[in-house]
């Protein structure tokens, strides 16, 4: 069965330094999505991207955050200047179509410390 | 934005029970609405789903009911087992966003 794959799989981060968190949806899917999840918490929607740009983002996802698909296949997350309270898991996913169920990476565990 | 509650917020039941988790949504345009479980540490899976032009929808011990004149949608495990114990979000996507909206979560634990 396709997965989505992220890397790292875990990350500790300095605060105030830049991460780049990496996903690679799905090969035939076109809508992609990045969730975080701080530990024991629900699951909140960050981003989405379809036809390489955003197509709504949360409150969230301020200056701090930006998304790329820089060469077809990868699909990044970049936090610019990482705060305590970013540390969380953080989740990539993909579908084919907007209608249809989300397919989730394994995620990356930040901790900013 | 759409909105989703959900509850409880922890189910503990008797291997062999069923299960009911629930949740409500705002937006009464909500097309969408699937189930997700959750293991420890790991990603939520898609286990369900349901959309608005069907009441009812069951595969094998899991069943999704949606009421949309009520705007609430209920995930029913039959006959539960040890492994069903997990996390499960329920979501909706609504108008004017086309990404999921998690609950809050119920942490189900199946006792042997």
């Known amino acids: 069965e396709p997965e989505v794959t992220q890397t790292p799989s875990h990350q500790v981060t300095q605060m105030g330094q830049e991460v780049i968190l990496r996903c690679v949806p799905i090969?035939?899917?076109?809508?992609f999505y990045w969730y975080r999840q701080i530990l024991g918490q629900k699951v909140e929607f960050l981003v989405s991207?379809?036809?390489?740009?955003?197509?709504?983002k949360s409150e969230i996802f301020d200056d701090q955050f930006s998304v790329e698909r820089p060469d077809g296949s990868n699909f990044t997350l970049k936090i610019r200047s990482t705060k305590l309270e970013d540390s969380a898991m953080y989740f990539c996913?993909?579908?084919?179509?907007?209608?249809?169920?989300?397919?989730f990476g394994s995620g990356t565990r930040l901790t900013v410390v | 934005g759409e909105n989703v509650e959900q509850h409880p917020s922890t189910l503990s039941v008797q291997e062999g029970d069923s299960a009911v988790i629930k949740c409500t949504y705002s937006?009464?345009?909500?097309?969408?609405f699937p189930w997700y479980k959750q293991e420890l540490g790991k990603r939520p899976q898609l286990i369900i789903d349901i959309r608005s032009n069907v009441g009812e929808k069951k595969d094998q011990r899991i069943a999704v009911t949606l009421n949309k004149t009520a705007k609430h949608f209920s995930l029913h495990i039959t006959e539960t087992q040890p492994e069903d114990s997990a996390v499960y979000f329920c979501a909706a996507v609504g108008t004017g966003r086309r990404a999921l909206t998690f609950g809050s979560g119920t942490r189900l634990q199946v006792q042997p």
């Open positions: 090969s035939n899917h076109l809508y």
């Open positions: 996913a993909s579908n084919q179509a907007q209608s249809d169920g989300y397919t």
């Open positions: 937006d009464s345009a909500s097309n969408y």
């Open positions: 991207f379809y036809n390489n740009e955003i197509s709504e």
